[in-house]
């Protein structure tokens, strides 16, 4: 399955289908759905490029902003509405599930999710979910219960990504402030928050063509207006 795209894609093998996954055809929607999910003609497949052997279809479109899919031990497969895209939508994220049996989606959780619902896997009965500076639990009757809050993930990258290890552990990903190591024009939660920076694991100095930078940061140029 590949999200960010509006769209669910499946890409198989010609020699068969995992029988975890549900069905890319005759998909209806649960009444509580106000957008028009697989309305119109299907995505057209004609821009990929495959290996030999493999065919892609589309599973669901006209999504949300999809950004994380998971499937639970039923086959159910769940899906992360991330809720921002940087162009300047802003809606409510939400995960939906699709019904592995009836192949009907319905809202599965819409509350107690922050924006930015980045990273979503499903262990041990639990799906783990991170939401910007947070990692969260969603248990299958939809309750969210926070694990871990105050990370610092409120910049150009956030807590993403799970993995549980053969030790029991959880694992995951805490992004960086910014791109570079410096704050620009192009940071907008800097004015909001400005005591967070990057946290390098050792101590480094920036230099640009062997020159350290002394001009004025973005907040005291934006004073200075």
């Given amino acids: 399955m590949y999200p960010n795209t509006g769209i669910i894609w499946r890409v198989t093998h010609v020699s ?31 821009i990929f490029n495959l290996s030999p052997g493999y065919k892609i279809e589309p599973v669901l479109w006209n999504v949300n902003i999809p950004g994380s899919i998971a499937f639970d031990n039923k086959g159910n497969m769940y899906i992360g ?25 319905s809202v599965f959780v819409d509350r107690g999710l922050d924006r930015l619902l980045t990273s979503m896997t499903y262990h041990n009965g639990l799906l783990y979910v991170s939401k910007r500076e947070r990692v969260s639990t969603v248990d299958m ?26 030790d029991g552990r959880m694992y995951f990903g805490v992004g960086t402030a910014t791109n570079s190591g410096i704050v ?20 480094i100095t920036l230099t640009a063509a062997g020159q350290c930078y002394r001009e004025h940061t973005v907040l005291q140029q934006s004073q200075a207006k």
Avoid at 17 to 30: I, R
Avoid at 184 to 196: L, M
């Fill in 81 to 105: 509405e991330i809720g921002f895209a940087y162009v300047g939508l802003n809606i409510q994220s939400r995960i939906l599930k699709v019904d592995h049996q009836t192949a009907n989606v």
């Fill in 184 to 203: 620009g024009h192009d940071n907008p939660w800097a004015k909001a928050t400005r005591e967070f920076h990057d946290i390098p694991g050792k101590t």
């Fill in 141 to 166: 009757k939809g309750m969210v219960r926070d694990l871990i809050v105050s990370l610092p993930g409120i910049g150009d990258h956030y807590v993403d990504g799970f993995a549980f290890g053969p």
């Fill in 16 to 46: 068969g289908v995992s029988a975890a996954e549900p069905p890319p055809k005759n998909m209806h929607l649960s009444p509580e759905l106000t957008v028009t999910y697989n309305s119109g003609p299907p995505p057209p497949t004609s």
